[in-house]
């Protein structure tokens, strides 16, 4: 749920593939979105949505990025970054 | 550090910012819905699973898992910073089931506890699960119509708080500001959690 995804390509070098599949590349072109959010914006539940995402994985359609493992959440000066970059949002 | 337009849509391999998951949790009507649209840059959407008790604590007869499944939704929303994008995750209110949700927890950065000082008992779930599986958090009281009655500590003690430096802090969960607060809270708090290792001090 709160993996992120980008596509690996364009939807649109990418005619021949399903069309709901093609949906998730236009949804997840740019910085990455989170499986939560595209769950929801493809009104499916997580887990079905995250089984379709494996299957564009598998094809090299999208990249995934796991959520951080504990050693980079603790990270002192990753803590404050983020603290400075909130306090500027 | 170069740090490109992360919104652009056409953003570069390297704008591929960390998801950082903080999960929002509280009892019914507390106003975590409330919090998390306050603060998300997106409208919030909500997101659904279904989890099912099959097999925990219950013999393996067909039918029976299908009684034992329920359907939770959560809030989502998002905050995208220069150096990752902060995922909101409102927790659905059904804290029984949350034992059975493996993911709920994982890569979770910290937790905000919202709890209504008329009704702190709907909150009490959510502080113990947070407090028997270590994950720090912060206690924000939502002062509906600006008022409050009780003070910080008087909320601490109500709420029997493990951990004496867990922040409680007073918010409006209408006000940006006031939500991005509680969020800085938490961050504070991570960050004085993990200085002794590096044996500073603010």
């Known amino acids: ?89 | 550090m170069n740090e490109p337009d992360t919104r652009a849509p056409d953003a570069v391999r390297d704008t591929y910012l960390p998801p950082v998951k903080i999960l929002v949790a509280g009892g019914f009507g507390v106003g975590k819905t409330t919090a998390v649209g306050t603060v998300s840059e997106i409208t919030p959407l909500r997101t659904e699973e279904r989890l099912s008790a099959a097999g925990v604590g219950v013999d393996d007869l067909s039918g029976i898992e299908q009684k034992s499944a329920t359907t939770v939704a959560m809030d989502f929303g998002r905050i995208t910073l220069d150096v990752a994008v902060l995922m909101l995750f409102g927790t659905p209110g059904q804290e029984r089931f949350w034992f059975m949700w493996d993911d709920l927890l994982r890569g979770a950065l910290g937790a905000v506890v919202l709890v209504d000082t008329r009704r702190l008992d709907r909150s009490f779930a959510a502080v113990d699960f947070f407090e028997s599986r270590d994950l720090p958090f912060v206690v924000a009281a939502n002062c509906f119509h600006g008022e409050q009655d009780y003070d910080p500590e008087e909320i601490r003690d109500a709420l029997t708080l493990r951990e004496p430096s867990t922040p409680i802090v007073l918010f409006d969960a209408r006000r940006r500001d006031s939500v991005r607060g509680v969020l800085l809270a938490l961050m504070d708090h991570l960050i004085a959690s993990a200085e002794p290792a590096h044996a500073q001090r603010t």
Do not use: K, Y
Request: glycine content about 4%; hydrophobic content about 45%; overall charge negative.
């Open chain 1, 1 to 89: 749920m709160h993996s992120t995804v980008r596509a690996a390509v364009p939807a649109d070098d990418a005619r021949s593939i399903p069309e709901e599949w093609q949906t998730i590349l236009r949804l997840c072109a740019g910085p990455g979105i989170a499986v939560a959010e595209l769950a929801a914006r493809l009104e499916m539940r997580l887990t079905p949505a995250a089984v379709l995402l494996a299957q564009l994985l598998e094809q090299g359609l999208i990249e995934h990025r796991p959520p951080m493992s504990d050693p980079d959440a603790m990270n002192i000066d990753f803590l404050r970054r983020i603290r400075s970059g909130l306090e500027r949002a």
